[in-house]
Nanobody, 121 residues
Framework: QVQLVESGGGLVQTGGSLRLSCAAS????????MGWYRQAPGKQRELIAR???????NYGDSVKGRFTISRDNAKSTGYLQMNSLKPEDTAVYYC???????????????WGQGTQVTVSS
């Protein structure tokens, strides 16, 4: 079993920055792909950024050029640096990790609990 714990959300003014963290813990696992999703009230959850184990990244159009995803494999932690925040970025942000656990070998997706980001105008 793997747990993901997010931190770093909060209230920020338009144009401000926040950095989200997602720390994975457990025994005998490796993270293949880590992604950040967000869900605004009344909207579907959307993928906004993802990063592979070798550092390749992809971004949604709504955050491209403003958000940066990264990861520290030694710490099993992912990050989302959010700059130039806008009111429309207000949402609950979730991290997700596609994980391979060993003994027995198994692939699963795990989710963090979500962290609220609110951008005031």
């Amino acid at each position: 079993q793997v747990q993901l714990v997010e931190s770093g959300g909060g209230l920020v003014q338009t144009g401000g920055s926040l950095r989200l963290s997602c720390a994975a813990s457990g025994r005998g696992f490796t993270i293949n792909v880590m992604g950040w999703y967000r869900q605004a009230p009344g909207k579907q959850r959307e993928l906004i950024a993802r990063i592979t184990s070798d550092g390749r990244t992809n971004y949604g159009d709504s955050v491209k050029g403003r958000f940066t995803i990264s990861r520290d494999n030694a710490k099993s932690t992912g990050y989302l640096q959010m700059n130039s925040l806008k009111p429309e970025d207000t949402a609950v942000y979730y991290c997700a990790a596609d994980v391979t656990t060993f003994l027995p070998k198994h692939d699963s997706r795990y989710w963090g609990q979500g962290t609220q980001v609110t951008v005031s105008s």
